[in-house]
């Protein structure tokens, strides 16, 4: 498909905006340099979230500047063409190419940023830079401020103030437009047929790994480029280590798997638990734990629509949680004491949610001036519950090693929410329905 940058100019126009409506000055803003895996090995590249989001341009070793004002400009530095590097790591564009085919309205070697920053700061009010998170940038900016102000005999002055660019790009992010609505939208797509391979292969006697290999396949053979995470393929009491992504343990009849996985596509991610039993039938205690889970999600999601609080659905899920485990005899007391005390944490743990776009913890605040956010329509949140019950004093041993979380990506619509990731079989008739025709 070839790309639009329509929603890419529009955005760099609305951030000019922006910044010409806080007092005007230039933004810089560099993609994320490569890293080195072993010696002279880099780890697969991944570009900014901030600089993709206003660009669309791929290759390392790139800076977006823009200049605000009465007439606005976007400038972007980036490699030259180099034949010889090309031969043997692949194309580049060169900033002639690139100024075509990304619209920018100029484009200049890479080479000379450092020393047209000295030109470009020179009588503007402010810098718009990302403070703070690379000490190299943080070090170059101030390089640049102070060759404007070596210049100050000359008659220039330098910027007076240096501001966050991320923050306002942040309040962009958080709603996304129409291009990024589609692209989360595929990406669910693919990272949902991905569950249901997973659940075509799981069995005893198969290594967590083996389904990875799964996953994997199924992200890359739709275009995916790679996945959004390290995926969490967690049997039996792996399921209650949260961050668990070694995946190499073999699969027992009897252990429920629980697998956090979703694919990156075209920048965007996906993030998807299921959390199903390798034999294919859930056993009693797994499905009185599953169907609470699933209760729990669904009343987070009934909370989902504009003009809700961020909060809201984390509320209701805890409230089915905590009263699901004072039912089940996990808990004793009151539901409110269980809310009050925070005795559910014990196997409620984590928050219920989290923005989705770029990032899969993606930018944006959840609060503004120590209020939760109002949820408005182009929202893009993940909806995920869970329970984990490990082995403890008091803990019926019924219950031992479940660990469920089910999670679906949500967009906020103007009526509601449209939960993307659907295609996912979620119920315990669909989970055991797709399972019995491995
Ligand atoms: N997969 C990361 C998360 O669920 O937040
Ligand atoms: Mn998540
Ligand atoms: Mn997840």
Redesign the pocket.
């Known amino acids: 498909m070839p790309l639009d940058i329509a929603p890419f100019q529009a955005r760099r126009a609305r951030l000019l905006a922006t910044m010409q409506a806080a007092g005007g000055g230039v933004a810089i803003i560099p993609t994320a340099p490569e890293r080195f895996r072993n010696r002279d090995t880099t780890h697969p590249y991944r570009f900014d979230s901030y600089f993709y989001y206003l660009t669309a341009f791929r290759e390392p070793e790139a800076v977006l500047v823009l200049v605000a004002g009465a007439a606005p400009r976007s400038i972007l530095f980036c490699r030259t063409k180099d034949m010889e590097r090309e031969i043997w790591d692949g194309y580049r564009f060169g900033p002639d190419a690139a100024r075509e085919a990304f619209g920018f309205d100029e484009a200049r070697p890479i080479a000379e940023l450092d020393e047209q920053l000295g030109t470009l700061l020179a009588n503007q009010p402010a810098i718009f830079h990302s403070v703070g998170y690379e000490p190299e940038w943080d070090r170059r900016v101030a390089d640049a401020l102070n060759r404007v102000r070596a210049q100050a005999r000359t008659g220039c002055h330098a910027p007076g103030q240096i501001r966050d660019v991320r923050s306002l790009i942040d309040e962009m992010r958080l709603v996304k437009d129409v291009a990024e609505i589609a692209t989360l939208r595929r990406a669910a797509a693919i990272s949902a047929g991905a569950h249901r391979r997973a659940m075509r292969t799981a069995r005893p006697g198969v290594h967590e790994y083996e389904v990875e290999a799964e996953l994997i396949h199924e992200f890359r053979r739709h275009g995916s480029q790679a996945p959004?995470?390290s995926s969490?393929v967690a049997s039996g009491p792996n399921a209650c280590v949260l961050h668990y992504v070694e995946n190499d343990r073999r699969m027992q009849d009897g252990d429920l798997l629980l697998i956090?996985a979703?694919c990156e596509l075209d920048g965007y991610a996906s993030?998807i638990?299921r959390s199903f039993p390798v034999s294919g039938r859930f056993s009693g205690p797994q499905k009185a734990v599953y169907e609470l889970v699933l209760a729990a999600q669904a009343a987070a999601i009934a909370e989902i629509r504009p003009g809700a609080s961020w909060d809201a659905g984390h509320a209701a899920a805890t409230r089915v949680l905590a009263q699901g485990f004072i039912d089940l005899g996990l808990l004793s007391g009151s539901l409110d004491a269980a809310i009050e005390s925070g005795s559910y944490r014990q196997f409620y743990m984590h928050r219920t949610g989290?923005w989705l776009g770029l990032d899969?913890?993606d930018a944006g605040e959840y609060k503004v001036a120590g209020e939760w956010r109002t949820l408005v329509p182009g929202n893009v949140l993940?909806v995920?519950p869970g329970a984990y019950i490990r082995p403890a004093a008091g803990v019926p041993e019924a219950f031992w090693n479940i660990g469920i979380?089910i999670?679906d990506d949500a967009l906020v619509t103007a009526s509601g929410c449209d939960i993307i990731t659907h295609a996912t079989p979620k119920s315990v008739a669909d989970i055991e329905a797709i399972m019995a025709e491995r």
């Open positions: 959004a995470y969490i956090d979703g993030d638990t989290h899969v913890h993940t995920e979380r999670e």
